[in-house]
């Protein structure tokens, strides 16, 4: 009798065995597809986002969408940083950490697994030619991270031309970091518009001392003149002033005045002596009450440099397509003709009841002219 039980418990025993033998036991999926896993739940998540945006009808049910549907990548976040922090040696830790940082950019709150992400590649993976094109994403954040993983890479990188990349990174985030600091100061209720993506906590961290900033980015918009402009191709530099030419800030500015006097390059004279003109021209325009002298100053120094644009470098091309002479001849006539205070030129057309007009009609009265078009 105890043998055969003895017996039937063998049996027993070996059968699992023998099942999971026929069967082998399901491997984890490797690295690279667990990571693919992660990036198509975010995917699928934007594509409904983006098919309920399309559906809402008013302004209202947009912001619904916005605040209900649209994916939060915070909280994706710590499974990425899991998956590279249990193979830090493969690839797919460096694609894993970056996804991080370029896209929990937009977060109600700090977030552990963004700073923790920044902390890896700063300390791993600073050294990788990988994250020169990611530099210009970096340049878009406005947080302390983002900073401390481009300070990373300057100094750490061996490739001349990656440190060129993050040098220029934070010339521009300085620029847009000083931007909203100001904004911030000179109208506090802005702040709430800021703490929609970023929380209260964010805002504070935004309001830092504007004179600190536009020191910092100063220097860095140096730095990228003395050690980086020479091997820098002026093609990109064209894109760099597409990047900023709608900036109104004093380190973009310094850029543009350094870039003219460092860099004797046709095309780089041309893109630059035009964007100048358009920082400085923006500013009086966001800033009509800056005073007398600069009220009579910048669009006199906007106006030399768009002549020298369109007079010396007309022919130099555009990032985004045209040329620099037929953009400046635009801005200069922008300035010589419809700049506050001049005088309206001859405008002809019906009116909203279908009356021929002319603007000289109504000489000495108060205008509002509404231009729009019916597609």
């Given at each position: 009798?105890y043998?055969?039980?003895r017996?039937?418990l063998?049996?027993?025993?070996a059968?699992p065995a023998?099942?999971a033998?026929?069967?082998p036991?399901?491997e984890p ?8 896993a992660?990036v198509?739940?975010?995917q699928?998540?934007?594509?409904s986002y983006?098919?309920?945006l ?9 912001l619904?969408?916005d ?5 939060k990548?915070e909280k ?5 940083l899991?998956?590279a922090?249990k ?6 830790a460096?694609d ?6 370029v896209?929990?950019?937009r977060?109600?709150a ?9 902390a890896i ?12 094109p990611m530099?210009q994403?970096?340049?878009?954040g406005?947080d302390?991270?983002?900073e ?5 890479i300057l100094?750490?990188n061996p ?6 990349e ?8 300085y620029?847009w970091?000083l931007?909203i ?5 000179d109208?506090?209720e802005?702040?709430s518009?800021?703490?929609r993506?970023y ?14 900033l536009a020191?910092?980015?100063k220097?860095?918009a140096?730095?990228?003149a003395e050690n980086?402009l020479?091997r ?6 064209a894109q760099l ?10 380190v973009?500015e ?5 870039l003219?006097?460092?860099d004797s390059?046709?095309e780089?004279?041309g893109?630059?002596?035009?964007t ?7 500013r ?10 600069t009220a009579s100053?910048?669009p006199?120094e906007?106006?030399k440099l ?7 470098f007309?022919?130099v091309?555009l990032?985004a397509?045209g040329?620099?002479?037929n953009?400046?001849?635009l801005e200069?006539?922008?300035?010589l003709h419809?700049?506050?205070?001049k005088?309206a030129?001859k405008?002809e057309?019906?009116d909203?009841?279908?009356n021929k007009?002319?603007?000289s009609?109504?000489r ?5 002219l509404d231009?729009w078009?019916q597609?």
């Open positions: 009798m043998r055969i039980a017996g039937l063998i049996l027993a025993l059968v023998l099942a033998a026929g069967q036991t399901k999926a490797a690295p690279a597809k667990q990571y693919q992660l198509k739940v975010y699928d998540a934007m594509q983006s098919e309920a399309g559906k809402a009808k008013t302004y209202e049910e947009r619904k969408v605040d209900e549907v649209y994916p990548p994706l976040a710590p499974r990425f899991a998956l922090e193979y830090p040696r493969d690839p797919v460096f894993a950490l970056t996804w991080i940082v896209n929990c950019v977060s109600p700090r977030i552990p697994a963004r700073a923790k992400a920044v590649l700063s300390r791993d993976h600073a050294r990788s030619e990988k994250l020169g530099c994403t970096f340049a878009n406005y302390e991270e983002t401390i993983l481009l300070t990373a100094d750490k490739s001349k031309d990656v440190q060129a993050a040098c220029l990174a934070l010339v521009q985030q620029g970091r931007e600091a100001k904004q911030l100061h109208n506090p802005a702040g518009g800021y703490a993506y929380g209260r906590e964010g805002v504070e961290r935004l309001k830092a001392d504007p004179a600190t020191a910092q980015g220097r860095y140096k730095r990228f980086y020479g820098t191709k002026p093609d990109r530099i002033c597409q990047a900023l030419s709608y900036s109104t800030n004093a973009s310094t850029l543009f005045r350094t003219l006097e460092k390059r046709r780089v004279q893109v630059a002596s035009l100048l003109a358009l920082v400085l021209k923006r009086l325009e966001m800033t009509p009450t800056a005073g007398e002298a100053r910048v006199t906007s106006e768009l002549r020298r644009a369109s007079d010396q007309g022919d091309k990032a397509g040329t620099v002479g953009k400046a001849r200069l006539d922008d300035i419809l700049a506050v205070g005088v030129p405008i057309g019906q909203q009841d279908g007009f002319k603007l009609d109504y000495g009265k108060v205008v509002l231009f078009h597609y």
